[in-house]
């Protein structure tokens, strides 16, 4: 079997607000600026740091994908977002004739996890996917509001004593 797979997920933090243009065919596409950080001790147990950006293209279409038009009305700087898509290389010349390369994230999925920064405070969120079949399809995730967890209703540890296994 050749199959193969083309899928990248990415949570990170917006560096800026979402660009958006349509193109000459009247297709609305989104720009956004997605930082990924990782952190680690250096050897000589210094935290270290290093930040990824990545150049995530979410395209609205006549199949009814709307994730441009999510993205430019619901992201800002500074929030997380979930992002799933595919990568893409491009190539092109530009006004000096010099050959260009770009890499970017196709956006399929695009989710938004509340907060900024750092923070896992707003953990709830919502969602939008762009099917190639066609339609958007949204989904919330949560309020963002914390609950406390009760475990009252649970029974209390069973014996296995009194247990009849058949086995």
């Known amino acids: 079997m050749s199959k193969s797979l083309n899928k990248v997920i990415l949570i990170g933090n917006l560096g800026a607000d979402p660009e958006v243009r349509s193109t000459s065919n009247g297709s609305r596409v989104a720009t956004l600026s997605l930082a990924t950080s990782r952190q680690w001790k250096g050897n000589d147990g210094q935290r270290q740091e290093k930040t990824q950006w990545h150049r995530v293209i979410c395209w609205n279409n006549a199949r009814g994908q709307q994730l441009a038009d999510v993205a430019e009305r619901y992201c800002k700087k500074g929030e997380k977002v979930y992002v799933e898509g595919e990568i893409e290389y491009r190539t092109w010349q530009d ?33 939008w996917s762009g099917s190639r079949s066609g339609g958007s399809t949204r989904s919330a995730a949560g309020s963002g509001a914390k609950k406390e967890e009760s475990f009252d209703d649970f029974p209390e540890a069973l014996d296995a004593e009194d247990d009849d296994l058949p086995f």
């Open 95 to 127: 006004k000096e004739g010099q050959t260009r390369y770009s890499t970017e994230i196709n956006c399929r999925e695009l989710i938004l996890l509340g907060g900024r920064g750092g923070s896992d405070d707003d953990a709830g969120g919502s969602s």
